[in-house]
């Protein structure tokens, strides 16, 4: 893409492509200061992306961890997270396989009401995943489970599966998932 550059960098046209496909009667203008502070567009990132987690197990191989083909071990990623500070550990274990993704969108929201009468007021900005219209998933595994320390490599570990997760094919998405923020920054 080509962009000429106007007074103070910024952009005045960027049309080089677009005026491929125009036909030839069209022209290109430009844009002073004053026009073109009058343009706006719209925040946000357009992401997609293919991820794969350990699917052939992982590089850490001793009496717990091992390679996939050994059903006697696990080989997975794992992601621990503690709900209280004295609490026990909820854990996401044994993560592997691969999905894929198209137009995933991130971008700041602001929501100024109360949810329609179904929360309090509201006035801050929050972040928004828009979801993927389909997320493809090829052999992807989990366990959820309790587990008394993060690590299974620490001293008395033990863990509670508590159920197993796989997933293959296509999955279709909608809606938008909302983040919001606690705290000050």
């Not at 299974?152 to 094919?169: A, E, K, L, Y």
């Not at 998405?173 to 923020?181: A, D, K, R, T, Y």
């Amino acid at each position: 893409m080509i962009k000429t550059l106007g007074r103070l960098g910024r952009p005045i046209a960027f049309g080089a492509c677009l005026a491929l496909t125009l036909p030839s009667a069209a022209e290109l203008t430009r844009l002073d200061d004053e026009s073109l502070s009058a343009v706006s567009g719209q925040g946000g990132i357009y992401l997609s992306g293919d991820i794969s987690i350990n699917e052939m197990g992982g590089p850490v191989e001793n009496r717990y961890f091992g390679r996939c083909e050994d059903t006697t071990k696990k080989c997975g990623a794992r992601f621990a997270y503690r709900l209280k500070e004295t609490g026990g550990w909820m854990v996401l274990d044994d993560i592997r396989g691969n999905f894929a993704f198209e137009g995933l969108t991130l971008r700041v929201r602001h929501i100024d009401s109360g949810f329609g009468g179904d929360g309090e007021l509201f006035d801050r900005d929050v972040l928004e995943l828009g979801l993927p219209d389909i997320v493809r998933f090829n052999d992807v595994r989990f366990k959820i489970a309790a587990s008394n320390t993060p690590r299974p490599t620490d001293p008395g570990f033990q863990q509670t599966d508590i159920f197993s997760v796989q997933m293959r094919g296509a999955v279709i998405m909608e809606g938008n998932l909302l983040v919001f923020p606690e705290g000050n920054p």
